[in-house]
């Protein structure tokens, strides 16, 4: 067996050292999953057994590997799956580690690896589909995945990977690289620190690495989307005394085109982890390399001040992609864990991560004036751009009683550094119309901002924190207080096209506090307060300089209910959040304006197993917005734009009652009505989508193996999606029904 893993270590760093190529991807695809069949389909691994159906009938079923060892070289490993396995008992809450979810302040949903399986979501917005208090968008004029939480935007360069940011791939993330996804809901920068984009004001995503299972796992998938397809492999064992040593090596493929017409997507990843697990020291790493091909995709509409209603949806859903556009982006990325308990009640810990990416892409959108006649302009766009990025983090973890009182104390410093380098090309727009796009042979992009080819820096920002905090229990673990603060400095290098221009430099003391009381066993009552420094915004003046705005300080309040009672479980809370904005001064620097954007709402979500055949999962949120202080007052008390008063989901899976494993799903997913301009004068309708699906556990000869269908969207409706990302007019339409065929065999 030992040699064996060897062997697919050594072929796994043949191939990324030098930087994998796609054709090489292809082969050790292939190499993988052949060597599987010959190396694990005779060693006879059985996964299934019997259980007793609810009329005594012996059904056949088949679980999922269960991964318990740690995701982040901790001594605890993973929360345990909630009742029915779509979520977990807790997650992770920033410096003070795993909580459960009655015991913990703050409002965290952690989507378990079978709820991604079982779904067949390929990313993490795909599997975001399932959060109530979510929505995902194409934001930033490119095909770069946007969420929403709480109505504030988070960009997918914002995600953390097992605590660190900056660290994972820029645009799209597939999930063959993460074993759960983790959303924090509200600020978190005294937990995290802060976000180095500057989003994630509403929440943050955590997505947990994929860690050797306690059983041999050897799984091959292979699917279809009836226009593409893509086959995965993943492996994993343990080795040496009391299996401290981990090995998981996660590989995949994916090409073809989309429902929509003439949309291509090509992507290849590669991903290594290993673990020891020793009696007092523990040791995890990541290494991974992505190659995300995509061509001629729909891009969003931009409308200008001048539209005076909303265009149809219908008719965009023809528009397709112009022949000339792409986006290709490359990534290597890594990251590495210990612990080493110094005590049985002290631990010190220390984590790194970096990311090296190159991007390329030419990028073309219509710019509507007009929706009675369509007048458009079409553009184009070239940004070549390289990314460095590097995160670390130290800290100490104390257990001790004074008294009554249990304390859980950590102490942690962290430092994020990231290395911008781009051009930007772009061409005159050309006459356009909304209702008979034109399809030019080439871009002609002819006038660049920096040179052409280039990767001219463009910015160089450092985030340095220490932070503080304490996890009290007391009255028998009935009571919680978590309490702390966190130093924070961010300096910021701005740089147009290679030419230093300025320095921003700006230090914050932010308090966190929360308190979650256990009314009963079952349930519990929590509140919090926590500040956030947030990086300023990007913006541009008159005459289309670009200028970064000073950080600022975001506040929070939360206040709500929890209940678990083993097999059901929910959430009711409300949330207060504001949100300062930017502005260009007379002088021409930019600095924060005293407009404000205000935030608050309620949210609910149930999960659980309703009963022995069928699992729940959903929950709504309702959010009032209003625009302060805006300049001249031209917006003062209007919706935010681009945030809709409610939203909601359901979802439920239902196991027929059959000799055959065979499970039933649907989605109902309802998002309201949203302002698509600060002025409130152009709003979208109000969408509802249904998705259905259903799985089929059995045997392949003696392998275990799984049959995935799904249909999202059945109805195949046209609506627009979102309406902006930060303040702009981005209108992201909907994806078109899409079939999903998927086959898993666990050899």
Known sequence: MLIIIIYYVGLFFWIIIPMLKMKQLCVMMACITQGLAYAYANEGVETTHLIANTDNTAVLTLDAINVVVSADASANGLMKPYAGGQVATGGKVGIFGNQKNLE???????????????????????????????????????????????????????????????????????????????????????????????????????LLPKRASNDPLTRVTIGTNFNGGYVASDVSRRFGTDDKFGVRVNTAYHDGGTEVDKENKTLGLAALSADYK????????????????????????????????IPSASQYANYHGQAWTYSNEEDIFGSVRAEYDLSDATTAYAAYGFRKSEEAGVYSSQQLSDTEAGPAKLSASMIPR??????????????????????????????????????????????????????????????????????????????KSI???????????????????????????????????????????????????????????????????????????????????DPFVSKQKELGLKYENGLVGGTLNYFYTDRQ??????????????????????????????????????????????????????????????????????????????????????????TGSTYANNANTLKLNDWTRVDVGANYKTQFNTVPTTLNF??????????????????????????????????????
Not at 278 to 284: A, C, H, K, M, P
Not at 513 to 522: C, D, N, Q, R
Not at 600 to 615: M, P, V
């Open 104 to 206: 913990t302040p703050f409002n965290i949903t952690s989507y378990t690896n079978q709820y991604i399986q079982d779904r067949q979501a390929k990313s993490v917005g795909e599997v975001l589909q399932a959060d109530a208090g979510v929505r995902t968008a194409k934001g930033y004029g490119n095909f770069q995945e946007a969420y929403f939480i709480r109505g504030f935007a988070l960009a997918s360069d914002d995600t953390a990977y097992n605590g660190l940011y900056g660290i994972l791939p820029r645009q799209y993330i597939p999930t063959e690289l993460f074993e759960r996804v983790e959303v924090f809901k509200g600020a978190s920068a005294f937990l995290n620190g802060a976000i180095p984009g500057g989003t994630g004001i509403g929440g943050s995503i955590n």
């Open 278 to 309: 020793g009696d007092r020291f523990r040791l995890s790493g990541d290494l991974g390399y992505n190659n995300n091909r995509l061509s001629e995709n729909r891009p969003s509409l931009r409308l200008t001040n001048a539209v005076a209603q």
């Open 386 to 463: 390289k990314d460095t990025n590097h995160s670390a983090e130290i800290g100490l973890k104390s257990k001790f009683e004074t008294g009554a009182f249990k304390h859980q104390v950590v102490a942690s410093s962290s430092i994020y550094r990231a290395d911008k380098r781009y051009s930007y090309g772009y061409a005159t727009s050309l006459n356009d119309n909304f209702y008979d796009p034109i399809y030019p042979e080439n871009s002609n992009i002819d006038k660049w901002l920096g040179k052409a080819g280039a990767y001219p820096k463009a910015g160089l920002s450092t985030f």
């Open 467 to 549: 932070a503080l905090g304490d996890n009290i229990s007391m009255l028998g673990d009935r009571l919680t207080v978590m309490l702390g603060a966190r130093y924070q400095e961010v300096d910021q290098d701005v740089y147009s096209y290679g030419t230093y221009k300025y320095n921003i430099n700006k230090h914050q003391l932010t308090p966190a506090l929360g308190l979650s009381y256990k009314l009963t066993p079952e349930l519990s009552m929590y509140a919090n307060y926590i500040e956030a420094l947030v990086q300023g915004e990007a913006i541009l003046d008159s005459e289309g300089n670009n200028y970064l705005a």
């Open 581 to 670: 904005k930017a502005s260009v001064n007379t002088s021409g620097s930019a600095q924060i304006s005293q407009a404000t954007n205000i935030h608050q709402g309620i949210e609910f979500n149930a999960y659980g197993q309703l009963t022995d055949s069928i699992k729940i999962l959903g929950g709504a949120t309702w959010i009032d917005t209003e625009q302060k202080d805006t300049y001249q007052g031209l917006f003062e008390g209007h919706r935010v734009i681009g945030v809709p008063e409610f939203q909601a989901n359901v979802e439920a899976d239902w196991k027929l009652p059959t000799e055959q494993d065979i499970s039933l799903n649907g989605r109902v997913v309802y």
């Open 710 to 747: 799904s249909v999202t969207n059945v109805m195949d409706k046209d609506y627009w999606a979102s309406a902006s990302v930060n303040d702009y007019t981005y209108l992201s339409i909907s994806e078109p029904r899409t079939f999903k065929l998927s086959a898993t065999f666990d050899f």
